[in-house]
């Protein structure tokens, strides 16, 4: 299971949203396809398409910045992190 | 007697201003939407909801709605797309106009989308292809930082499958089979640019109708003022006697076809109230005189702008006007303009101003 990270921007737009929460899933899409199931409309708001994450989003897994693709391992941490940019 | 309700929407959220009944003692509730840009917010009079616009430069476009008046709210997005496919995306949402269980949102790249389930869903309903230069819409060099693609939408009062869109930086369109064909609507328009296309290429700020008499539009365009007597299908200028050609924001009065104001601006990179002085102007003759409004409003340093959406009247006997400045004031008259009252300061920088009158 990876632990992912979220952030604080995402808890009022879904009820009962859980900014940590641990998922079963082979790489960052499959992660987040299966929170939209939980939280329908989550993926939206994180990536622009099928194929590319926000341009003001970044992800990082078990600290290395990372795309949809990239795999996820067991125990893999993952941080969503809304970059620090806009005013 | 109604309530009177202001959706503003700013840089930083959504607020509402009520008043209960005589249009003073304004109450102010907000911000909404968790503080995404609200680039327009509108209320539905057939639903009672409220939608507004919005696009987070970090979590992309939705319409929030609420079904209570402000007290609670949920966005969607869903169906706001142009397909997985499409090398479109859409960057914004800009535009709303909502009646009869219908609500229709502009989009850029130029886009509409339509809901017919209160805002919770969305379909792609037309990008107005086939209309001469529609291929350089999409061209990201024609879509400079600020481009709001569909800029205005207006339903007819009557016909529902009659509605008009505004391109941005290319014109006004009519459709009255519901966005299956389009007409342009710009025969008369001035243009002091270079345009490939004899129907097209013109920037349309802001277009009324007026209440009194559908056959009566005005339009603030981007150089000058102009009048249509037959529903857009001619205009003509009538710019003169107005301090500049330039400006965002106009209201109709919604008793007289013939009063019109509108908000001239610094035709400059500054676009603020020229000299300073706050002013509103207004004709009682179709633009053929126009008179400054200025009593109340700030005459000393006020460099202020406001924009297309950022001015609204009511339907009052005697209706009141409402609009909101880029410095986050909100300012009312409720004499027709004679007189101008401050309702809030210090608010966020002001998008777009609408009212409702709720029973």
């Avoid at chain 1, 989003?57 to 290395?64: A, K, L």
């Avoid at chain 2, 009944?21 to 639903?47: I, M, N, Q, T």
Wanted: proline share 6%; with cysteine; hydrophobic share 35%.
């Amino acid at each position: 299971m990876a632990e992912l990270h979220f952030p604080s921007t995402l808890t009022p737009l879904f009820a009962n949203f859980e900014r940590r929460v641990d998922v079963d899933a082979a790489t960052v899409d499959e992660a987040l396809q299966r929170l939209d199931e939980r939280w329908p409309g989550l993926r939206d708001r994180l990536c622009e398409s099928k194929r590319e994450l926000r341009p003001h989003i970044h992800v990082y897994v078990d600290r290395e910045r990372a795309t949809l693709e990239t795999p996820l391992a067991a125990r893999s941490r993952v941080d969503v992190i809304a970059a620090i940019s806009g005013g | 007697m109604s309530r009177t309700v202001l959706l503003i929407g700013t840089r930083k959220g959504c607020f509402l201003m009520e008043s209960e009944d005589d249009r003073s003692g304004w109450k102010l509730r907000g911000p909404f939407c968790e503080g995404w840009p609200v680039y327009h917010a509108v209320y539905s009079h057939g639903s009672g909801a409220i939608y507004a616009a919005a696009a987070s430069e970090w979590l992309g476009s939705a319409v929030w709605r609420s079904l209570d008046l402000g007290e609670t709210w949920a966005l969607s997005s869903e169906g706001l797309s142009y397909g997985e496919e499409d090398p479109r995306k859409v960057s914004k949402v800009s535009t709303l106009a909502a009646k009869d269980g219908r609500v229709l949102v502009g989009a850029e790249a130029p886009g509409i989308f339509e809901s017919r389930d209160e805002g919770a869903t969305w379909s792609l309903l037309s990008t107005l292809s086939g209309q001469p230069g529609s291929e350089m819409w999409d061209d990201p060099a024609n879509q400079p930082p600020g481009h709001l693609g569909i800029s205005a939408l207006m339903f007819d009062d009557e016909d529902p499958d009659r509605f008009w869109a505004v391109v941005q930086g290319v014109g006004l369109f009519e459709t009255t089979d519901y966005a299956k064909t389009w007409t342009p609507r710009n025969r008369g328009l001035r243009a002091d640019w270079p345009r490939p296309h004899e129907e097209v290429g013109f920037c349309v700020h802001k277009f009324v109708r007026s209440p009194a008499d559908g056959s009566r539009m005005y339009q603030q365009n981007h150089v000058g003022m102009h009048r249509s007597d037959d529903t857009g299908e001619t205009w003509t200028e009538i710019t003169g006697g107005l301090p500049t050609e330039f400006g965002f924001a106009a209201a109709a009065h919604p008793h007289d076809r013939d009063t019109f104001y509108v908000i001239p601006l610094d035709p400059g990179h500054g676009r603020n109230m020229p000299d300073g002085h706050g002013a509103v102007w207004r004709t009682r003759d179709a633009g053929a005189t126009w008179q400054r409004l200025d009593k109340g409003l700030p005459q000393e340093n006020a460099y202020v702008g406001v924009l297309r959406e950022a001015m609204a009247i009511d339907s009052r006997d005697v209706p009141g006007l409402y609009f909101g400045t880029s410095t986050g004031q909100v300012f009312a008259s409720i004499d027709e303009g004679d007189t101008w009252t401050e309702l809030a300061n210090y608010l966020p920088s002001i998008w777009s101003v609408e009212v409702a009158q709720i029973d």
